[in-house]
């Protein structure tokens, strides 16, 4: 069975105080139109449970249209790593990490209409710690993989540099730690530095359920 990890869109949904908020609307109803109802969606590509692409950070990036989706379907591990506001290697040492994907439980419980202060992050010896044991997509359980003040996003960078994809704001609080197979295709945007998707995992064999 799949588990739905992705947050759910809706006007309350916690946004980047800069960004677009998510809305949807139905300017055109089944009985304006005699036929259908037709939404709209006005939002950040950061929103919610959502896929960083290099642009979002590099203006010679590659943009989401230009990914492969590759990197978005795969084997996946999910740690658990609570009360931390540094997640180092030693940490992650301590972890049996296989698959493509790695994914970061933080906390218990998500809090999708509440905007963070802090978030706990890798330092740059544990990106390069992952990038040796084969991730290619990292994900966690809150808003960035850097310090929610930070302007020069150094996490972003690094992980970059060390060819590592970002999903962020991914729910982790009904799912334990273990072995799944993972799917969180973003949006086919031509442009784009980012884009909301639908996350899943599907436990393995393997994988201890909470």
Do not use: C
Request: proline residues 5%; hydrophobic residues 40%.
């Amino acid at each position: 069975m799949w588990i739905d990890i992705s947050q759910t869109l809706e006007r309350s949904i916690a946004h980047w105080p800069e960004d677009t908020p998510f809305s949807y609307t139905v300017p055109v109803t089944k009985a304006q139109s005699g036929s259908v109802n037709i939404g709209k969606i006005e939002t950040s590509t950061h929103i919610g449970t959502h896929i960083d692409a290099p642009f979002h950070f590099d203006d010679a990036g590659v943009k989401v249209d230009e990914l492969d989706i590759n990197r978005y379907i795969g084997d996946a591990t999910v740690i658990e790593v609570m009360g931390r506001e540094i997640i180092t290697k030693e940490e992650l040492e301590s972890f049996d990490i296989r698959g493509p994907v790695l994914l970061v439980k933080t906390k218990e419980r998500a809090e999708q209409d509440v905007f963070p202060e802090t978030v706990p992050v890798l330092d740059e010896e544990a990106v390069e710690y992952i990038a040796g044991k084969g991730v290619r997509l990292f994900g966690v359980d809150v808003t960035s993989v850097d310090p929610v003040d930070s302007k020069t996003l150094d996490i972003h960078h690094k992980l970059h540099e060390n060819d590592i994809m970002i999903i962020e704001n991914t729910v982790l609080e009904a799912v334990g730690g273990g072995y799944y197979d993972f799917i969180a295709l973003p949006l086919k945007i031509r442009g784009a530095d980012g884009s909301p998707v639908r996350a899943v995992l599907r436990a393995k064999e393997e994988t201890d359920h909470e």
